[in-house]
């Protein structure tokens, strides 16, 4: 059985930090492409973050501009992780978050290109 697992989401102030994490089994991820996505009540998901495998020396990363400078998605090679640190936190980051997989090469902002998704970390940042 295929299954990512977040973890990590809580409440925190506003300029504080957070780390999200996101765990896969029932296959190997390590080549393929990570997101995070967002969803805020009543809102559609949004695209955050992506780590794109690109063989050596490593990934491609590319990011959101509402999180740009703040946030930074890392994984270690080798594991099946993906982590999203977040960093000067603002109340409209206050969503669920998701992480999610692509096992070829797709676009990376799109939601429909994404095969597996993870069930979610709710993240609330207070004023």
């Known amino acids: 059985q295929v299954q990512l697992i977040e973890s990590g989401g809580g409440l925190v102030q506003a300029g504080g930090s957070l780390r999200l994490s996101c765990s896969a089994s029932?296959?190997?991820?390590?080549?393929?492409?990570m997101a995070w996505f967002r969803q805020a009540p009543g809102k559609a998901r949004e695209w955050v973050a992506a780590?794109?495998?690109?063989?050596?020396?490593?990934?491609?990363?590319e990011y959101a501009d509402s999180v740009k400078g703040r946030f930074t998605i890392s994984g270690g090679d080798g594991e099946n992780t993906v982590a999203l640190q977040m960093s000067s936190l603002k109340p409209e980051d206050t969503a669920v978050y998701y992480c999610?997989?692509?096992?070829?090469?797709?676009?990376?902002?799109?939601?429909?290109?994404?095969?597996?998704w993870g069930q979610g970390t709710k993240v609330t940042v207070s004023s």
């Open positions: 999610a997989a692509q096992p070829k090469e797709k676009r990376l902002r799109i939601l429909a290109d994404y095969d597996y």
């Open positions: 780590r794109r495998w690109t063989g050596a020396p490593g990934y491609y990363v």
């Open positions: 029932g296959r190997t991820f390590n080549r393929d492409t």
